[in-house]
């Protein structure tokens, strides 16, 4: 079975409140790489013409424009960060760029959120194409990879069902 894997960089800052430490507490940020691998749900063998399971720019086109336009460059905050309610009522402007996470925004929080919506939008592309794994790099020394079911893993308490992971549009948050 053939594999496609395609990897985007992007910016982007968070703080953990609940570890309790100096350093992730800040906001801070990181040049991180995420990494998505797709296997048809089909697989076919080859046509001895074009011999790809899809066109690379076919499979990545939606999830590279949703990483560019939405998660680069965004800071990432937890539903119960106070700096929501800071954005909301100084700089209500910026919101759009803050992407929520249920609970700290840790690499596997993200990866997990990050696995539902490619997912999601896959499956709006006709689902013949499916996810088994998500990797992010948070730093040249730190991985995330997350091969499983999203649903599970991933508090649901404080969002509208289905939340902005699990829909094919454009969301970061649920604000």
């Excluded at 066109?55 to 939405?70: E, G, S, V």
């Amino acid at each position: 079975m053939f594999t496609l894997a395609f990897t985007r960089r992007y910016s982007m800052s968070h703080r953990l409140l609940s570890l309790q430490s100096g350093k992730c507490g800040i906001p801070h940020g990181h040049n991180e790489y995420v990494t998505v691998r797709l296997v048809a749900r089909n697989p076919q063998p080859l046509d001895g013409k074009a011999n790809m399971v899809t066109p690379f720019h076919a499979a990545k086109k939606r999830w590279h424009a949703w990483i560019d336009a939405r998660v680069d460059h965004s800071l990432q905050l937890a539903a119960g960060d106070p700096l929501l309610a800071y954005f909301r009522e100084q700089e209500p402007e910026q919101l759009d760029r803050i992407l929520v996470t249920p609970g700290d925004p840790s690499t596997e929080a993200l990866a997990a959120c990050f696995m539902a919506k490619v997912s999601a939008f896959l499956a709006e592309q006709g689902g013949d194409l499916t996810c088994t794994e998500v990797r992010i790099e948070e730093t040249p020394t730190n991985t995330v990879i997350f091969d499983g079911d999203p649903a599970p893993v991933l508090p649901r308490d404080g969002f509208p069902d289905p939340p902005w992971w699990r829909r094919a549009d454009d969301s970061i948050h649920d604000l």
